[in-house]
């Protein structure tokens, strides 16, 4: 008798699309920890719903774990090279509502990991650092439990 195989069990997406608000901060920083995870090959990219810059605290916070956006810019949904994904992770709510507009006449796999945003962190430079530092580590552990 055949079985359906354990749906944990499927391979990983062959590309990835990370979306955020701006793609300033959550998914640039997703991607870049989904290039050191995720197998090589793999085609990962992020972008936002709307228009943002840069944050400096990204940087800061991927440095410590040896990552790096290298001269990356924040890109939005209209401006991306390559439209085909096989699995998009939204990160915030706004960007979840947009990839399934997006994706609905598609057979992507679109998936809402809730991920704090940190600029609402006040206090310290550190305090506030500490508010990307969870974004970076959570978003860490998830990429780590494997797509899908």
Request: proline letters at 9%; hydrophobic letters at 40%.
């Amino acid at each position: 008798m055949e079985t359906d195989p354990d749906p944990a069990a499927k391979s990983p997406p062959k590309a990835v699309l990370f979306v955020c608000g701006m793609n300033a901060i959550r998914s640039p920083m997703a991607e870049a920890i989904a290039r050191s995870l995720l197998p090589h090959g793999t085609y990962i990219a992020s972008a936002g719903v709307r228009p943002g810059e840069r944050d400096p605290f990204v940087d800061t916070v991927l440095d410590e774990v040896g990552l790096s956006l290298g001269k990356r810019q924040p890109q939005t949904l209209d401006e991306l090279e390559d439209d085909f994904f096989d699995c998009v992770i939204t990160l915030a709510p706004e960007a979840h509502h947009r990839a399934l507009e997006m994706t609905r006449s598609t057979a992507v796999e679109v998936i809402y990991w809730p991920t704090p945003d940190p600029t609402v962190a006040t206090g310290t430079r550190e305090r506030i650092l500490d508010a990307y530092r969870e974004v970076r580590d959570l978003l860490t552990m998830r990429i780590r439990k494997g797509i899908r």
